[in-house]
């Protein structure tokens, strides 16, 4: 069964980190890009970091040099670093698998079509 899982979001003040973590089932997903979206109520979905197939790493401008993302392949799981989080990051975070064919196609959904149920995160002021 194709499954994507994410845990990790919880309620932190604002400046402090969170590591979100999606747990891959059912597929091999070294061959997927993989990525993290989020979507804040009002908002419409956006993409926050990705990752190709080849390793290759996009990351919003939100995001850049506060978010890290990653994978262990051996554990089949995508990870996501937040530091120095800010109100605007809460929101529902997402895990997504798909077939971008490179780092600069990571960040847009209509490549995705396996997706996670999402993490909330919440940050307080």
């Known amino acids: 069964q194709v499954q994507l899982v994410e845990s990790g979001g919880g309620s932190v003040q604002a400046g402090g980190s969170l590591r979100l973590s999606c747990a891959v089932s059912?597929?091999?997903?070294?061959?997927?890009?993989m990525a993290w979206f989020r979507q804040a109520l009002g908002k419409e979905r956006e993409g926050v970091a990705g990752i190709d197939s080849d390793g290759s790493i996009s990351y919003a401008d939100s995001a850049k040099g506060r978010f890290t993302i990653s994978k262990d392949n051996a554990k089949n799981t995508l990870y996501l670093q937040m530091n120095s989080l800010t109100p605007d990051d809460a929101a529902t975070y997402y895990c997504?698998?798909?077939?971008?064919?490179?780092?600069?196609?990571?960040?847009?959904?209509?490549?995705?079509?396996?997706w996670g149920q999402g993490t909330q995160v919440t940050v307080s002021s």
């Open positions: 059912g597929f091999t997903y070294a061959t997927y890009c």
């Open positions: 997504a698998a798909g077939g971008c064919l490179s780092a600069a196609q990571a960040l847009t959904q209509n490549y995705y079509n396996i």
